[in-house]
């Protein structure tokens, strides 16, 4: 089991940018395939963006593809999403989570292990 922390989050203008972390513990992090979701209020949980354990595959919506930018420090291990040119419709909660069959898959029965999650909220 991987114990997963994010941090980052907040209340940013649109056109702004946040970066998000999600610090890993447990499982060993250099192995395991991450990625971000988000939930918005009265919204399914959605795939925004995933990573290979070696950083060199990765995935990411239609929705924030050339906006936001997935990547990880295995040394120091951590995930981050790089957010940019951010959106009213970026607002939600933000979960790292961590995959259990290896490729970068977008759906949420795919992770097992989950942070507690993160607030972004994109507003003027």
């Known amino acids: 089991q991987m114990q997963l922390v994010e941090s980052g989050g907040g209340l940013v203008q649109p056109g702004g940018s946040l970066r998000l972390s999600c610090a890993a513990s447990g499982r060993t992090f250099s192995s395991a395939t991450m990625g971000w979701f988000r939930q918005a209020p009265g919204k399914e949980r959605e795939f925004v963006a995933g990573?290979?354990?070696?950083?060199?595959?990765?995935k990411y919506a239609d929705s924030v593809k050339g906006r936001f930018t997935i990547s990880r420090d295995n040394a120091k291990n951590t995930l981050y999403l790089q957010m940019n040119s951010l959106k009213p419709e970026d607002t939600a909660v933000y979960y790292c989570?961590?995959?259990?069959?290896?490729?970068?898959?977008?759906?949420?029965?795919?992770?097992?292990?989950w942070g507690q999650g993160t607030q972004v909220t994109v507003s003027s």
């Open positions: 989570a961590a995959e259990v069959l290896g490729g970068v898959s977008p759906r949420v029965s795919d992770y097992a292990d």
């Open positions: 990573i290979r354990w070696s950083g060199r595959d990765t």
